[in-house]
């Protein structure tokens, strides 16, 4: 059954502009994730995929093109529908875990179903569990971050992602800090919950981490292109190796 279109880019650039220098650093980029997809954006250190992991994310506007989430036109909305769009329907994994350090890990989870007003504390709490649980995590709800490995935490900025049921999960570089062991552990967890039904974009420059994904976007100096090109970053890496 095909899925419905959760995602829809359409001639979407960027530019940016620092003093005097301007950059366009996308390029008439289309793009549709459906419901239920994975699908991993890789590409060279530069080639734009944070950029557009953003825009998708409804964290940056694109400067031309046009995007619908879900069906709505994001470039016409206000901020205060941009803002409720990535509480509610977007969950966010980064690198760095950005978890809040004074805060245990099930606070932290709690966190963004907070900002739900119709949501009761007994609600949040058994989301919050059910999260912990899913992640494996439980025996871990009352540690601080701090008190986790690198690992462990991103483990719970997944749960902290997860809760608010979002539409699709984004993540950026989410094992960029993580040992081999670790990052298995997290890559096992997207393909279990791809599994389930979530839809996942995510972003890597690690080609063994974009293979898990079934449909691979490839991005080279802000253009999508058929096939991986090398890129600067490789090229050092050759290098080096030699
Ligand atoms: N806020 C910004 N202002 C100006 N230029 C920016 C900004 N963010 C990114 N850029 C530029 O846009 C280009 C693409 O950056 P982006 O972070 O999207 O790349 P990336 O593919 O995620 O790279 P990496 O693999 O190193 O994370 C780069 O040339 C970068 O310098
Ligand atoms: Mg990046």
Redesign the pocket.
Same mark, same amino acid.
């Given at each position: 059954m095909a899925g419905r279109t959760l995602i829809q880019l359409e001639k979407v650039s960027k530019t940016?502009k620092?003093g005097k220098l301007e *950059?366009t650093?996308l390029k008439d980029i289309d793009l549709t994730i459906t419901e239920g997809e994975y699908v991993s954006i890789c590409?060279p250190?530069?080639?734009?995929? *944070?950029?557009?992991l953003s825009i998708i994310g409804v964290l940056n506007g694109a400067t031309t093109g046009r995007y619908l989430f879900d069906g709505a036109d994001i470039t016409s909305m206000k901020q205060a529908e941009h803002a409720r769009i990535r509480n509610r329907q977007i969950g966010f994994i980064f690198q760095a875990f950005n978890l809040s350090s004074e805060m245990t890990a099930a606070e932290n989870v709690e966190l963004p179903l907070t900002y739900r007003k119709e949501m009761g504390r007994k609600d949040r709490k058994e989301l919050v569990d059910e999260m912990l649980d899913k992640i494996g995590m439980t025996d871990f709800a009352n540690h601080f971050p701090a008190q986790l490995s690198g690992g462990q935490q991103q483990r719970i900025a997944i749960a902290r992602a997860l809760a608010g049921k979002p539409k699709i999960i984004l993540a950026d570089?989410p094992t960029g800090n993580l040992d081999s062991k670790a990052a298995a552990i997290v890559m096992d967890i997207f393909d279990r919950l791809n599994a389930e039904g979530t839809t996942i974009c995510l972003?890597t420059?690690d080609p063994r981490s974009a293979s898990k994904a079934k449909r691979q976007v490839h991005?080279f100096d802000g253009r999508i292109v058929d096939e991986p090109q090398t890129g600067k970053d490789d090229d050092e890496t050759q290098l080096h190796a030699v």
């Open positions: 940016y620092v *950059s650093v590409g250190s530069g080639s734009g995929k *944070s950029t557009l570089e972003v420059h991005l």
